[in-house]
C-alpha cells in the first residue's frame, strides 16, 4: 500500500488547487485504462535525492522520475473534501469523507492565509488564520472524542457479564486508526489518569482523545495563497505567535504550482517541481511574463511554491517515513541492466528483515542477511535502515 497523504480544511482555501498542482504530471492517463478513476484520489510525489549519483550511476526508474537527481517517489494524495464547522455532529459529513480520512497517513490542513474566507468558506475580510488551525483541531478532537465514548460504552456493557480490559476494547473500537491496546494503555498511563474509565473527569477524556488523535493523525498546515500580501502579513503574526510555535507550517502558493505546471506543459516554461526557480524557454505575451515574473518574486520570498516542500514536510518530517533502494553490492542494475529501479518508502523504524518483508513476503520468510551498499557491510535482520540507504537483501528464497 502507498502512503497516503490527506488535504483537509474548510470549503474554498485551495485543496482542489493544491490536489491538482501536486498530481499534475506528464503520464498521459489513456496509457492507464484500466485504473479506476475516482476524483479525490492522485499521485503525487515526494522528492529524494537519488542514490544513483554518488555510485557515478544515471538510474531508471520503474515508477515515478528522476529529474537532474532527484527522484519522485509516487504517493496518494487525498482531497478530503468537507470538514466544516460542526462536521463532528454530522454536519457535512458523508461515509466517503470518514474513509478519506481515516485512509490517511498524515495530514495536510490547507489554510487559508490571506483571510478573505471565514470558517464557512464564504468569502470575507479580515479572517484570522489562526481560528481555522483551533477548529480543524478541535473538529477532529471531537470526532475521536466520540468514538472514544462508544469505546467506553462498550467496555461498561462488557464487564457486566466478565472480566474485560478497558485498552482491548478502546482498541478494537479505534481499530480503523491503526492503533493497539499496547499503544492505548501506555497513552493512558503516560496520561496518569488511571485504567478505570469511571474516574475520568470529561477533561481527562477529551485529553486521551486529543492524544490519541495527534498521534494517529499526525498533521502539518499549508499556509495557502502566500501568493498574496494578506496572507503573507498573517503569516508574519502567526509565525511570530508562541501558541503557534509547536505546528509545521509551510508557506504555500497552490496557484502558483499549478500556473507553473500549466506552462511547463504548454512548454513555455522549463520546472522541476519543488525548485527555488524556473526558466522561461517560450515565447509568450507580455502579459504571461509579468504573471510569471510575480510568481518568481513569490519564490525568491519562500524558496518555492512549498506544494512539494509540504507533503514532504508531511511524510519525511512528521511521520518519519525513509526512503530506501534496493540494489546489488556487486552492481546497482537489476536482472535487465536497469539502475536502482525502485525507491521504497517505509516507516522510520524499518529494519533490514522488514524491509525484504516490504520487498516480497517469500524475500522476507527466507531472509538470511543484507547488505549495505554503501559501506560493503553485511548487516543483521535487526539493523534499523536509514533514509536514503542502498540495501541488497540475501534470502534463501
Ligand atoms: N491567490 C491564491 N488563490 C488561490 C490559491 N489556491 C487556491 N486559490 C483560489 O481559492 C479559491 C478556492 O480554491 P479551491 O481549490 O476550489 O478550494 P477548495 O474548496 O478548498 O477545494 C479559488 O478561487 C482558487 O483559485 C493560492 O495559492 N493563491
Ligand atoms: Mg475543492
Redesign the pocket.
Known sequence: MPYKIG?V?????????????ATMDEIDEADYPFTTIDPNVGEAYVRVECAAPDFDEECDPRVGFCIDGMRYVPVQLV?V?GLIPGAHEGKGLGNQFLTDLNEADVLIH?V?F?GT?DIE?EPTDGHDPREDIDFLGHELDMWYLEILGKGIERFQNKRRQHEVRIEEELAEQMSAFQTNKNEIKSTILSLGIGLEPDDWSEEDRLELARTIRKATKPMIIAA?????EL?QEHYETVMNDPDYEHLSIVP???????ALKRAAEQGVVEYAPGEPDFEITGDISAGQEDGLEQIRAFMDAYSG?GVQRALETALFDKLGVIAVFPGGAEGLGDKHGNILPDCFLLPGQATAEDFAYHIHTDIGEGFLHAIDVREQRQIGADHELAHRDVVEIVSSN
Open positions: 488535504l480544511g474548510k470549503p474554498s482555501v485551495g485543496k482542489s488547487t493544491f490536489f491538482n498542482a482531497d473534501a490547507i487559508d490571506s474566507t468558506g495557502n495563497k502566500m501568493d498574496t496572507a504555500c502558493s497552490a496557484h502558483a504550482e499549478k511554491t
